[in-house]
């Protein structure tokens, strides 16, 4: 074996080790990178190899990291954090759940099917998951226990539409995946709108078949008015403002007259707007508000210093090369192969979160998929389709790590606003099933491409 593949596999056990230590996830990238520049430096010294690790290498990770903050897509990030902020603080939410609440009065599982639905529609002007499962979890958890749905079906149901925002656009894991693979952010926000609303589709499936065999675990809410006009008219009513919000923010960008980054300054004015017409605005909000904005933001910048430190002295010692040769040569063929990544990514999940994933996976993997010779038939308004196709694919997996145990952020964040009598037993048994309905929408996105590849190919047009 080539010597720089040892020191490439010891960079990355060192990595895995050091995660389990508890210290912040950037400075272990960061300080992982500083030490095998100066193990790669005394190698090539006394042991012949060829790294090229040198004080040289401090100099090309300073011009990186100068150009990631020169990087106008980056610039979206913060907006759209912004915009997920304060539309949380805009108690619209709450009036659709009531509203729609009202309208599934009539169907078993109603409340459930509520959920997923202001899920979507928190998912596409938030982007936010944190946010959203919170929201999700003080809104409807409280009345769900209320009315005898079973503990776990109402776990998993507020986790799982917690996470769709992750998805949906406009997402900040696509914001940060276009910029990693170099593919245009319209791109990756069209091909996600569909997955999206099928994993939204497939939830509700799932809730109606469950609430129609097993109907104890989740009861018809009693004394519940019929359906009406004045019903229907209240809740288009409070979908209005989220639903122009979506429009100025997506519509935007669908019809060509924004970039992401322009739209995501319209998004964040919207929001604010939203919040200052429905009463709810004030200095102390704003002040909250753009506070968590910096703390996420630099969050998330912090990480992305640490892995550009980290995917730079891999790739001098080889690491794409080793990476690469060792998928090529699995004997799996090219499906076989994409499901192998996909698996590893999966299992990463569990202990990674996705900005490590994005940052240091994804660039390793991208020159290897277009070479591979998957056939996804003819896409000609498309630079890289089959790039896009694996992007999502890779995105949808990674909702999954919201909900997969011992990371499982989704689960945390609902645990924190959870009633005593919720056990962490009943989140981790509610979020299995919503685990394995993305498991079947990512099979499904597998074999037929033109769910996600159909959008982009024909805004294009």
Same mark, same amino acid.
């Given at each position: 074996?080539d010597p720089?593949?040892?020191?490439?596999?010891a960079m990355m056990l060192?990595?895995?080790?050091?995660l389990f230590?508890?210290?912040?996830?950037a400075m272990?990238?960061?300080?992982?990178s500083?030490?095998f520049?100066?193990?790669?430096?005394?190698?090539?010294?006394?042991?012949g190899t060829?790294?090229?690790?040198?004080?040289?290498?401090?100099?090309m990770?300073?011009?990186?990291?100068f150009?990631?903050?020169?990087n106008?897509?980056m610039?979206?990030?913060?907006?759209f954090i912004f915009?997920?902020?304060?539309?949380?603080k805009s108690?619209i939410?709450e009036s659709?759940?009531?509203s729609?609440q009202?309208?599934?009065?009539?169907?078993?599982g109603?409340?459930?099917i509520t959920?997923t639905?202001?899920g979507?529609?928190?998912a596409a002007?938030t982007?936010?998951?944190g946010a959203?499962v919170?929201?999700?979890g003080?809104?409807?958890?409280?009345?769900m226990?209320?009315?005898n749905y079973?503990?776990?079906?109402?776990t998993?149901t507020?986790?799982?539409?917690?996470t769709?925002?992750?998805?949906?656009?406009p997402?900040i894991?696509?914001?940060?995946m276009a910029?990693?693979?170099?593919?245009?952010?319209?791109d990756?926000?069209m091909?996600?709108?569909?997955?999206?609303v099928?994993l939204?589709a497939?939830?509700?499936?799932?809730?109606?078949v469950l609430a129609?065999?097993?109907?104890s675990?989740?009861?018809?809410?009693?004394?519940?008015?019929?359906m009406?006009f004045?019903l229907v008219g209240?809740a288009l009513?409070t979908?209005?403002?989220?639903?122009?919000l979506?429009?100025s923010v997506?519509?935007?960008?669908?019809?060509g007259?924004?970039?992401p980054t322009e739209?995501?300054?319209?998004g964040a004015l919207?929001?604010?707007?939203l919040?200052i +017409?429905?009463?709810r605005?004030?200095f102390k909000?704003?002040k909250?508000v753009?506070?968590?904005? $910096?703390?996420? +933001?630099?969050?998330? $910048?912090?990480i992305?210093?640490?892995?550009?430190?980290?995917?730079?002295v891999l790739r001098?010692l080889?690491g794409d090369? $080793?990476?690469?040769?060792?998928i090529?040569?699995?004997?799996?063929?090219p499906?076989?192969i994409i499901?192998?990544?996909l698996g590893?990514?999966f299992?990463l999940?569990f202990f990674?979160?996705?900005i490590?994933?994005?940052l240091?996976?994804l660039p390793?993997?991208?020159?290897?998929i277009?070479?591979l010779?998957?056939e996804?038939?003819?896409?000609?308004h498309l630079?890289?389709?089959?790039?896009v196709?694996f992007a999502?694919?890779v995105?949808?997996v990674?909702?999954t790590?919201?909900?997969?145990?011992?990371?499982? $952020?989704?689960?945390?964040y609902?645990r924190?606003?959870?009633p005593p009598?919720?056990?962490?037993?009943?989140?981790?048994?509610g979020?299995i099933?919503?685990?394995?309905?993305?498991?079947i929408?990512?099979i499904?996105l597998?074999?037929?491409?033109?769910?996600?590849?159909?959008?982009?190919s024909q805004?294009?047009q």
């Open positions: 074996m720089n593949n040892f020191l490439v596999i060192t990595f895995i080790a050091l230590t508890g210290f912040p996830i272990i990238l960061g300080g992982v500083i030490v520049t100066f193990v790669g430096y005394l190698s090539d010294m006394y042991f060829m790294t090229g690790l040198d004080y040289m290498t401090v100099g990770v300073v011009n990186r990291i150009s990631i903050m020169q106008w897509i610039v979206a990030l913060p907006m915009m997920g902020l304060m539309l949380d108690g939410a659709m759940m009531h729609i009202a309208l599934f009065g009539k169907v078993r109603g409340l459930a959920v639905l202001i979507v529609i928190l002007s982007g936010i998951i959203s919170v929201l999700l003080l809104l409807s958890l409280p009345v226990l209320e009315q079973s503990k776990s079906l109402a998993g507020i986790c799982g539409a917690g769709l925002g992750i998805l949906i656009p997402s894991m696509l914001v940060m910029d990693r693979l170099g593919l245009p952010v319209g990756l926000f091909g996600a709108l569909f997955p999206g099928l939204a497939l939830y509700i499936i799932y809730i109606l129609y065999f097993v109907p675990k989740a009861p018809l809410i009693p004394n519940q008015p019929p009406s004045g209240r009513k979908c209005i403002p989220p639903a122009l979506i429009f997506l519509g935007t960008i669908f019809l007259i924004a970039t739209a995501s300054g319209i919207g929001a604010l707007l919040t +017409t429905n009463r605005f004030n909000v704003l909250d753009v506070h968590d904005t $910096f703390g996420i +933001t630099a969050y998330i $910048f912090a992305v210093i640490g892995a550009t430190c980290f995917a730079l001098e080889g090369a $080793f990476v690469e040769n060792a090529t040569s699995l004997p799996f063929g499906y076989g499901f192998f990544i590893v990514v299992i999940g990674l979160d996705w490590e994933i994005t240091i996976i390793l993997l991208a020159p290897i277009p070479v010779g998957i996804l038939g003819s896409w000609p630079d890289n389709p089959t790039l196709w999502i694919l995105a949808v990674l909702q790590s919201f909900l997969t145990p011992p990371v499982g $952020f989704a689960i945390f609902l924190g606003v959870c009598e919720i056990q962490l037993r009943d989140l981790y048994k979020v099933p919503f685990i394995i309905l993305q498991l929408g990512l499904l597998l074999f037929y491409p033109e769910i996600i590849l159909w959008l982009p805004v294009y």
